[in-house]
């Protein structure tokens, strides 16, 4: 069971718009973390996709966008492309332990159909 | 150009011990975070450990008590000694730079902006 929860999976056509969420609680969105995207394509390691919530990362495409409100953060990707199917995961951190508590979603696959 | 490649991944049995390394160029290791996080087959991404650029290190409950989180300053390069291991650690580990992210008041948060291949650790008899 993870910290922040996300859908399994989420599907769209070439050139659609798709959104993924990423809803937390008080002790770690709620409590003002910013929320950071990562993007695994099959078989390769996880690549930052957005940090600090909305910020993209140098080479990473205008098509991905990011947003916080609350307890919950989204991604949206626009203009849909086939390597854009991917694993996605929301990543922020949680003050209700001591110590470092980074905290990761289960993950989100993007299927493009 | 950042880089981190991790070797020292295989096969191992139940309460064996490995050890990992991850060797960095590109930016100098001990005046950053460093940390590792792993990835279970299937699974999704569970943070490790974490090493601070003062030295402090930080565990997951998981492994805290039989793994430890070290770099060798001369060599640029992040270990992870595993002992005591278990089936239910077999995974992908990675290594991983973090950056921190001030939030206001004594808040910061941190995410991973460079990551490493991976390296395979399974456990199993």
């Known amino acids: 069971q993870s910290v922040l929860t996300q859908p399994p999976s989420v599907s769209g056509a070439p050139g659609q718009r798709v959104t993924i969420s990423c809803t937390g609680s008080s002790s770690n969105i709620g409590a003002g973390y910013d929320v950071h995207w990562y993007q695994q394509l099959p078989g390769t390691a996880p690549k930052l996709l957005i940090y600090g919530n909305s910020n993209r990362p140098s080479g990473v495409p205008d098509r991905f966008s990011g947003s916080k409100s609350g307890t919950s953060a989204s991604l949206a990707i626009t203009g849909l492309q086939a390597e854009d199917e991917a694993d996605y995961y929301c990543q922020s951190y949680d003050s209700s332990l001591s110590g470092f508590h980074v905290v990761f979603g289960g993950g989100t696959k993007l299927t493009v159909l | 150009e950042v880089q981190l490649v991790e070797t020292g991944g295989g096969l191992i049995q139940p309460g064996g011990s490995l050890r990992l390394s991850c060797a960095a160029s590109?930016?100098?290791?001990?005046?950053?975070?460093m940390s590792w996080v792993r990835q279970a087959p299937g699974k999704g991404l569970e943070w490790v450990s974490v090493i601070y650029s003062g030295g402090s290190t930080y565990y997951a409950d998981s492994v805290k008590g039989r793994f430890t989180i070290s770099r060798d300053n001369s060599k640029n390069t992040l270990y992870l000694q595993m002992n005591s291991l278990r089936a239910e650690d077999t995974a992908v580990y990675y290594c991983?730079?973090?950056?921190?992210?001030?939030?206001?008041?004594?808040?910061?948060?941190?995410?991973?902006?460079?990551w490493g291949q991976g390296t395979l650790v399974t456990v199993s008899s």
């Open positions: 590109g930016f100098t290791v001990s005046s950053n975070y």
């Open positions: 991983a730079r973090v950056k921190p992210v001030y939030c206001g008041g004594d808040c910061y948060s941190y995410y991973f902006d460079y």
